[in-house]
């Protein structure tokens, strides 16, 4: 890994540059969610070229799946996170799921036909033993 420089630029208006109580807890606040939104798009879709990061949609750990015959454009069923999950080839302990946030409600509904009733792929926050986060098929969801 190779380290590169990050640089922010603050906009600053009169009023906050003369409250130093303010000034600080401004900057800091917006430079960290900066940095962060930089660092996280970067691990996401990074290109790997000079110190930028490979990201995981560029790189061999992308899994994807095509949908089902017959599926419904834009939606996503249980059968293919079942299908993502069996080609999945790393850590069941250390792997995650990432997924755009509006994929979110189709996720949280999912479950597994059983008789009448069902069993959730998915399990919000501290549901599960040990899982801190919410899951899908045991893994954390990001």
Partial sequence: MELGKKAALVYLTDE???DSTLLESFVSRAVTEEMGFMLDAEVIAGNGVGPEFLGVLNSNALVTQDKLTGQASATIKAENIFQMYERYSGSLQSGVWCCHKSCLE?????SIAVGTG????YMPANQMAGRPYNSLLGMPIW
């Fill in 16 to 18: 906050i540059l003369s």
């Fill in 106 to 110: 189709q996720i949280m509904t999912m």
């Fill in 118 to 121: 069902g069993i959730p792929v």
